[in-house]
């Protein structure tokens, strides 16, 4: 199945690994006594995992798990909700909840991820609903050779004043390649930000949490959003997103989640209680199987030639691992080898078609359990230059390896032949 090749490359990585994969493990170490503290401190029993109908009043397990997101990532108050589809509905909720006509919307670190530019309405007001519809001005501050610019951001936040009511941050480096973000960069920018202004600190958390030992909200960001089909939601959960930070933050939030007046009080839960907690808990050892395979991927592609970010031997603060191909076929190969290397729909083969909400055509391969879970086995990409793969996930470090090896003998076979 594998050449002579691939295979030593494989056993390469995994000596050159051995103490980065320790670190991880240490990592996933400290979340898991975190978590676990909080179940026990919130005394999770049976009886919360039942869930309610109608409109959910007094449902014990959905009020349970929100104190234990909010107390696990360091926050006063958190809200979470199968119901919330995608990452990119969670971002909006909380975006809505906190903006009004006339503030300024400021993106600290470029422009955000390609299926939140139509929410923000950056080709302008075009009566779809957007924030621009809805008079929120959008602005941004591009990295200054890989870094954040703090001058430039604070030349912003004086030209507006207090008119900059968010200033977004987006942790991972979506699809842009630029450097993802360090709980400790995050912080830099949140100080920064309230030295200087009464702005809400957002930080889309997407494909961050429990990478490293603190979460965003740790370190003075207002607000983190995320989705429980990728990191916290631990492949167990089949739907949903979070949103926590402060309490008056996520109370605004949750206005826009149901009605004002209502908030979290209602959302029935509908039997999905077990999977929420199971996921959460099981979440910090989910998410070091996943780091554990983007560095192997590092590793593997960097030895045939190929750039990636971050080096294998680079720390990393999310699950996303980047490989870049320089043209079409060798995006396409990789994601149809990882494809044939799932458990689920492994005889399906992944061509670039237009998907809603990309301004380009993307190609996505994700034998998932889950559909679009990331934190499950899957890769994608635009198809434009630089034609790159973005990898992430993987339930288990070992299908996780196996699919990489895969893939590159896939991309080998191409280049020999």
């Not at 493990?25 to 676990?36: A, M, P, Q, W």
């Not at 869930?51 to 009043?57: F, L």
């Not at 909720?93 to 400021?106: A, E, N, Q, S």
Request: aromatic share 10%; charged share 20%.
């Amino acid at each position: 199945m594998f050449s002579e090749k691939i295979l030593n490359i494989a056993n390469e990585a995994e000596i050159a690994l051995a103490d980065i994969y320790k670190e991880i493990d240490r990592i996933s170490f400290e979340n898991t006594k975190r978590v676990l503290d909080t179940f026990k401190k919130h005394r999770v029993s049976d009886s919360m995992f039942s869930g309610t109908t109608g409109y959910g009043y007094d449902d014990i397990g959905r009020d349970t798990l929100d104190k234990i997101y909010a107390d696990v990532f360091g926050a006063e108050s958190a809200f979470v909700r199968h119901t919330i589809p995608n990452g990119t509905t969670a971002l909006t909720i909380g975006l809505f909840g906190l903006l009004r006509p006339g503030d300024v919307m400021l993106s600290v670190t470029n422009q955000p991820y390609d299926t939140l530019c139509e929410v923000i309405g950056l080709n302008g007001a075009n009566g779809d609903g957007s924030l621009a519809d809805f008079g929120v001005k959008y602005d941004q501050v591009d990295f200054k050779d890989q870094k954040i610019d703090f001058e430039k951001i604070e030349k912003k936040l004086s030209e507006y004043g207090d008119r900059v009511k968010v200033v977004f941050i987006q942790r991972s480096k979506g699809y842009l390649n630029r450097p993802t973000l360090t709980i400790d960069q995050i912080g830099e920018i949140a100080s920064f930000t309230h030295a200087r202004s009464k702005a809400y600190v957002v930080v889309d958390n997407c494909y961050g949490e429990f990478c490293e030992t603190r979460e965003p909200t740790h370190v003075g960001a207002d607000m983190i959003i995320g989705s429980l089909i990728k990191n916290p939601g631990g492949a167990i959960a089949e739907s949903g997103g979070y949103i926590a930070g402060t309490k008056r933050a996520v109370e605004l939030a949750s206005y826009r989640l149901t009605s004002v007046g209502t908030g979290c009080e209602v959302g029935a839960s509908l039997g999905q209680n077990r999977n929420l907690f199971k996921g959460f808990f099981l979440a910090p050892h989910v998410v070091s199987q996943a780091m554990k395979t983007a560095h192997f991927a590092a590793y593997m592609f960097e030895a045939l030639g190929f750039d990636v970010s971050p080096k294998y031997n680079e720390l990393r603060s999310d699950i996303i691992q980047t490989v870049k191909f320089g043209y079409p076929e060798g995006l396409i190969k990789f994601c149809q080898g990882i494809q044939s290397a799932s458990a689920v729909d492994s005889f399906v083969t992944p061509m670039p078609w237009a998907m809603p909400g990309y301004s380009d055509e993307v190609i996505m391969a994700a034998g998932t359990f889950t559909q679009g879970s990331s934190i499950e086995l899957s890769c994608d990409g635009p198809v434009r230059p630089p034609y790159t793969a973005f990898f992430q996930g993987s339930i288990t470090y070992e299908s996780g390896k196996l699919a990489i090896m895969s893939s590159a003998q896939k991309i080998l076979d191409e280049k020999t032949n």
